[in-house]
């Protein structure tokens, strides 16, 4: 099988953050990813911002460092640069992953904010951040590497990217390959299409079970007595819809989600007969798009019907 390599953007302020950016660049490296720091070359204007925006779009992932300086701030945002380009990551659908440093951890002047404005700026900045599920805390460089690790290797497993190839990779036989899945794609194509025909007259049936439908998954682990939890099917679609966002993800983490939005860690031990099924209303529904990669397997991904569900149970309400 062809090796992918994942290109990450690193994104932090840069003169406090050298010697930290420097063992994130060495992880993701021994990790076979493509590191994307634009050192020396960090946004001040909106020219380079531009050419910035062009490098974060041809990654894979996005890693924030946010230390204790907020930047340099563009007079027309009011934002710092940094900030900018989480948000035009956030924008881009691309998967951020954040580390911020430890409030306690004590750090020389230079590299504190010392301007009050900036230092609300970068406080309000890290709770936003912070909010972003693949986020942890960090209190020094080896921690930062070690917890960078860690979450780079999560998120290749949990959520799917296109990744890079080498040209040379490519050799007849590996193009054979790809015409003879190309010829597959096109069936599958019309199969879809037959099998969304299929979905749309299911959804014509009346009675399908959705919002404050119960149901019950069982767990069972040798050793332990059998426990059994229960939630509605409009409950636990409103909590995996929240996790998958934009993204397309792999079946055995939409799997951990359901179990997840039950009440277990994952689905290890649980009936997953029930938690396919679960899955299987909500692509019958036609919430959930479900395709199958030569070297993924099947990946889901919520559709335009599924995103406006999701919306809707979510979207906090005036009572009365």
């Known amino acids: 099988m062809t090796q992918k390599k994942y290109q990450v953007f690193i994104s932090s302020t840069y003169t406090d953050l050298i010697e930290e950016r420097k063992?994130?660049?060495?992880?993701?490296?021994?990790?076979?990813c493509i590191p994307a720091g634009m050192e020396a070359f960090v946004a001040t204007t909106e020219e380079q911002f531009q050419i910035i925006k062009k490098v974060i779009d041809l990654c894979d992932y996005y890693v924030l460092i946010?230390?204790?300086r907020y930047g340099s701030?563009?007079?027309?945002?009011?934002?710092?640069y940094t900030e900018m380009e989480y948000e035009y990551a956030v924008s881009k659908g691309i998967p951020v992953l954040?580390?911020?440093?430890?409030?306690?951890?004590?750090?020389?002047?230079?590299?504190?904010?010392?301007?009050?404005?900036?230092?609300?700026?970068?406080?309000?900045?890290?709770?936003?951040?912070?909010?972003?599920?693949?986020?942890?805390?960090?209190?020094?460089?080896?921690?930062?590497a070690g917890k960078v690790a860690i979450a780079i290797m999560k998120a290749k497993e949990e959520i799917v990217r296109l990744g890079w190839i080498r040209g040379d990779n490519y050799s007849t036989e590996s193009l054979e390959r790809i015409v003879k899945l190309q010829e597959e794609n096109k069936a599958m194509s019309e199969e879809i299409a037959y099998l969304k025909n299929e979905?749309?007259?299911?959804?014509?049936?009346?009675?399908?079970?959705?919002?404050?439908y119960s149901v019950e998954i069982t767990y069972i682990?040798?050793?332990?007595?059998?426990?059994?939890?229960?939630?509605?099917?409009?409950?636990?679609?409103?909590?995996?819809?929240?996790?998958?966002?934009?993204?397309?993800?792999?079946?055995?983490?939409?799997?951990?989600?359901?179990?997840?939005?039950?009440?277990?860690?994952?689905?290890?031990?649980?009936d997953s007969i029930v938690i396919k099924k679960i899955i299987n209303q909500y692509v019958i529904m036609g919430f959930l798009d479900v395709w199958v990669d030569d070297m993924e397997g099947e990946i889901y991904k919520l559709t335009?019907?599924?995103?406006?569900?999701?919306?809707?149970?979510?979207?906090?309400?005036n009572e009365g």
């Open 23 to 32: 063992k994130v660049q060495e992880i993701l490296l021994m990790a076979d």
């Open 66 to 68: 946010i230390g204790k």
């Open 73 to 80: 701030i563009n007079p027309e945002t009011e934002l710092s």
């Open 98 to 144: 954040v580390f911020a440093l430890d409030d306690s951890v004590k750090v020389s002047a230079e590299k504190e904010e010392q301007n009050a404005e900036s230092k609300q700026k970068l406080d309000a900045f890290k709770d936003k951040a912070m909010k972003n599920r693949l986020a942890s805390i960090w209190k020094d460089g080896g921690d930062l």
């Open 199 to 212: 979905v749309t007259k299911l959804e014509q049936i009346p009675n399908l079970a959705f919002e404050g």
């Open 221 to 270: 682990r040798k050793g332990y007595e059998e426990v059994t939890k229960s939630a509605t099917l409009d409950k636990i679609y409103s909590y995996i819809s929240l996790e998958i966002g934009e993204y397309e993800v792999r079946e055995r983490y939409l799997e951990d989600l359901v179990a997840q939005a039950v009440g277990y860690s994952q689905s290890d031990y649980c």
């Open 304 to 317: 335009e019907k599924g995103k406006k569900m999701k919306n809707k149970l979510n979207a906090f309400r």
